[in-house]
């Protein structure tokens, strides 16, 4: 099932079921994603959808963290609760191993030889990940492999 269905699909569910924190942040990921294709002038594909959830993640743990100084316990639990169900439309992360081959294999392919090659590496390295890792965590791998 397209991924975009899928969320469709299971807003109604958590809809029926009453599920506050599935129904609110699936909303927002259907809203985004609505927002980006006014933007882009075209449907998104699930690269794109996963882009999305990745942000959406990222911008929760910032969430997390604010909430935290704030002394905010309500919305640190709230912001992970909704961490938990974007995870869950991701696929299986990456392991730091994985992350570190693949990129091996991306620098050795595109024939990189030092930190001036690093936005070619990493934009061929996202390409291959698929949303299976965060942005940050492929520039760092990029950057240990680029600077041997």
Do not use: C, H, W
């Not at 958590?14 to 075209?42: C, F, H, Q, Y």
């Not at 996963?50 to 993640?57: D, G, N, P, S, T």
Request: no cysteine.
């Amino acid at each position: 099932m397209e991924l975009k269905a899928k969320i469709e699909n299971d807003l109604r569910e958590a809809m029926r079921s009453g599920d506050d924190v599935k129904k609110r942040t699936l909303r927002m990921v259907l809203a985004s994603s609505r927002m980006t294709e006014i933007d882009k002038g075209s449907s998104l594909d699930e690269q794109g959808l996963m882009a999305i959830f990745q942000k959406e993640i990222k911008s929760r743990r910032e969430s997390i963290q604010e909430a935290q100084k704030a002394g905010r316990p309500d919305l640190e639990a709230a912001a992970q609760a909704e961490i938990i169900v974007l995870e869950s439309y991701l696929p299986a992360p990456m392991t730091d191993a994985e992350l570190a081959a693949l990129a091996q294999a991306v620098v050795a392919e595109l024939g990189a030889t030092g930190p001036a090659d690093m936005g070619k590496v990493i934009k061929a390295t996202m390409a291959r990940v698929q949303g299976r890792a965060p942005g940050d965590k492929v520039s760092q791998a990029v950057r240990m492999i680029l600077q041997k």
